[in-house]
């Protein structure tokens, strides 16, 4: 009994902040310090949500959707996309941004560091929202912000899957650029610019600055 009304305290606590995160995802201007990346997660085949959903009944007195779609209850699987922001000269950190539903294409924000250049470290794939159901696939690719630009677009990273494992067998950026642009100005501004930018692989020394949380 008395664990129950500790988890029931519990809630009580943590609601506000899921109804806080559950709101739908806001697009605002960026700074001047700050760049949207437009891109997608697409996946080849792509994947049965409904199978993986069906594993939120097995034990409902756990939370395992993600704190922003609790409320919402949104089951489709979802992508959080990894960027080493630099700390010191020497290190790089890894965060993680959510950039949207698997196949919509939808952006992050991030600040635009001393050298212009962004690193793509990975993607984060939570199968039907469900964080005990958590694949990360490489990227390790980069990219230079141009002077100017608030808007980039990379290409939309598309992973060849194969069997049970989720095995990578093959990897490329698909060029939707003409949808892109329809995306940020309905989203942001009909003035907005994207500007397409080329990705490059990340350096092995850079590649060993970066720490993983």
């Known amino acids: 009994m008395g664990n129950k009304k500790f988890l029931w305290v519990i809630f009580l606590l943590v609601s506000p902040l899921l109804v ?6 806001t697009y605002k201007a960026p700074r001047k310090s700050e760049v949207v990346i437009v891109t997608s997660l697409k996946l080849t085949p792509a994947l049965n949500d409904s199978f993986f959903s069906q594993y939120r009944t097995i034990n409902k007195n756990h939370y395992y ?6 409320v919402r209850g949104v089951e489709k699987t979802t992508a959080m996309l990894g960027v080493a922001e630099p700390i010191t000269k020497e290190l790089l950190v890894n965060k993680t941004f959510y950039l ?9 924000t991030v600040k635009v560091p001393d050298d212009r250049v962004i690193k ?3 993607m984060q794939l939570n199968l039907a929202n469900l964080s005990i159901f958590s694949i990360y696939f490489p990227i390790q690719m980069e990219f230079t912000v141009p002077e100017g630009a608030s808007y980039v677009y990379i290409g939309s990273l598309n992973y060849a899957l194969e069997g049970f494992n989720f095995e990578i067998t093959g990897f490329r950026f698909l060029d939707e650029y003409d949808h892109a642009v329809t995306f940020v100005k309905e989203k942001f501004s ?3 610019n994207l500007v397409r930018v080329p990705m490059r692989e990340i350096s092995e020394e850079d590649r060993k600055r970066i720490t993983y949380p």
């Open 100 to 108: 949207g539903g698997e196949s919509e294409l939808n952006c992050i």
């Open 120 to 122: 793509l470290t990975y």
């Open 65 to 70: 959707t993600f704190a922003w779609d609790v």
């Open 20 to 25: 806080l995160f559950a709101q739908e995802k």
């Open 190 to 192: 009909q003035n907005a």
